[in-house]
């Protein structure tokens, strides 16, 4: 069997490549030894923001019951076949994009066999490219009893809300999933080795602990976990009891065997590319989760699946990272994109001074923006509904290197809660005349 390209692993790099590539003309083969989606559509993203969703608005139900005097009652096991279907529909549209496209798919566990070939059981995949998207694994914590807890992989696939849940981790998935069992009915104990989203800004992190303890979240941070029992963690801050232990502690790249052999540098973190996403083998790629780059993102594995196809089809980018934008998927939800680092001023509007945050009937959030010394936007973070939104403007600002004069003086609709960008910017210039002063 003989290729143009030969695409190892079918998540979100690795499908999205072999799409484009296909209907650039390419004929692809693409290996996969799970199921097409990867971790974004089977085990992360996808299950973890319908759970989000669910949890959201059944907290949001039975408040509104509560209010009303109504009585709620929530079938729940409807909402993980839910989940399954949605998982089962993208990870089969995703084949049918790939076939459609003229890409071939091959099941099964790839080993790099050369810089040309790689083996799948006893067949050999030729290939003038080889495009390594292989992703990533859960951390294990180096921790005795650690068979006793499961993956934030797995925790997203459970069948039923545990009645007590403790969630090792201090990081996004953590935090995520410590809320979303408590808003389902879990109570949840989150242990976290260090602050809780320590990358926030003091405001951010202050509001979403807020909220997790306003949903019984009990959070214990800079404890170290000693022990895991069948049922308890032990801790040097105490031991905490929990029907499921789950560890979400970050993550490990899967290099594929044979790599050694044909001599691919990766360090801990992963594969080493250059922006052009070329390892250190000529006609060896690597794309995704899989490279050595700290923000694990599936958008990520988007941008980086498109350059490759492009430069693989005869074209000439580059990777540029600038202002990536990241999105906690918790109530509030928390947006962040740039570089804290660089920030030398904030400026901030909240959205309770925000007409259609007012009218939506919002109790918090509010826009920040991080200013270098010359004015330019460095970085944002928005808390609060249409977070996830609201960052994509501000991600295209920091892309761009626009001055907030820029933004300041631009019109953007009213009423919306993006106007809270702008008046973030107005605040620079004293201008950002609806808020209270
Ligand atoms: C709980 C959770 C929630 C998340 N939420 C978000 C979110 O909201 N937004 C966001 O942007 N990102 C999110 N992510 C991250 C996102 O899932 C990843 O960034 C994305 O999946 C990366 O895609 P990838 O293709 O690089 O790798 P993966 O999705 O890991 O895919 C790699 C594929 O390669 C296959 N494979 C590996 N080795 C081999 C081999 N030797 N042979 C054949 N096949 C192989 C694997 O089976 C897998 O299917 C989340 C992750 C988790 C765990």
Redesign the pocket.
Known sequence: MKYDVAV????????AASIALARRGKSVAL??????????VN???VP??FLYDVSFLYSRSVEIANYKGLYNEIELDNFFQKRDEIIEYLSSAGRKLIENAGGEIIE????LASRNAVKVGSTVVEADKVVL????S?KRPNVEGVENAIS??EA?RLNYVPASMVVIGGGV?AV??AQIYARLGSSVTLVSRSKVLKFLTDNARRILLESLDFDGVKVVEEASVKRINCCSVQTDKGTFEGDVIVY?VG?VS?I??GSDHVGIKYDENGILVNDKLETNVPGVYA????INRQA??????YLDAMVLAVNLTGGNERVDYTGVPM?I?TDPMVAVAGDRQKVKRYVSFPFNANTRAIIKGLREGFVTLGLDDSGKIVYAEVVGDGAEELIGIASLAIRKGIQVRELAFTALPHPSLSEALVNAARAYFDLDVDSLK
């Open positions: 190892i692993g079918g998540g979100t790099a690795g499908y290996i996969e030894r799970n199921r097409i989606g990867g971790v974004c085990y992360g993203c973890a923001i099964g566990e790839a080993e998207a292989t992703g990533t859960p934030e992989d997203t998935g995520e999933l979400a993550r899967n594929p065997k794309i995704g989760d899989v694990k993102l599936a958008h990520l594995a999105v998927y």
